[in-house]
């Protein structure tokens, strides 16, 4: 069906509580993962409402009855790229309108949406992110949790995670 969707699994709404602490709580019993069948079917996508469009590649044995596959580190990073989305819808946000604007602004000018200049200074890291477009901080969220799963999280990464987990 074009319209199936599940709630996260027990594995899925840890990976949720890992990386995000308590700051989705409200959100996380709406939650659903849908499998992308419209656009783009290799990129993942966020909508209002927690609906998470994801890859049927992403999921166990592509099937997106089971779980996704969140050991891996790309597939762990952009399903937390697409969570944030959530995150910042909860903190008042514009994202659809905002992610829109940047996907047409990057069709017309060639200019990519979500780079950001890193840098190891991580408290410079932390103003970069707060002061970043949806998408920015989308990949910027994405680097960080790749990273982690990968077992080369670092210090400007913790503190971006400790202000998304608002400690």
């Keep these: 069906m074009v319209f199936w969707s599940r709630p996260l699994d027990a594995q899925e709404q840890a990976f949720v509580r890992t990386h995000f602490g308590a700051s989705l709580d409200a959100l996380l019993p709406r939650l659903r993962l849908y499998q992308r069948r419209l656009g783009d079917t290799r990129r993942a996508l966020s909508m209002n409402g927690g609906r998470i469009f994801m890859p049927r590649a992403f999921f166990t ?89 990968a077992g080369q999280g670092d210090a400007a990464g913790a503190l971006i995670a400790a202000h998304v987990r608002g400690e």
């Design 61 to 149: 044995q592509s099937d997106p009855r089971q779980p996704l596959r969140l050991s891996h580190p790309q597939i762990a990073g952009i399903f937390a790229h697409e969570l944030l989305h959530q995150w910042q819808r909860l903190q008042g946000m514009p994202v659809t309108r905002q992610a829109a604007w940047l996907q047409f602004k990057a069709l017309c000018t060639r200019g990519d949406p979500y780079a950001y200049e890193r840098c190891d200074d991580p408290r410079r890291m932390l103003q970069r992110f707060v002061h970043a477009q949806v998408e920015q901080q989308g990949q910027m969220w994405e680097d960080h949790v790749h990273a982690c799963v």
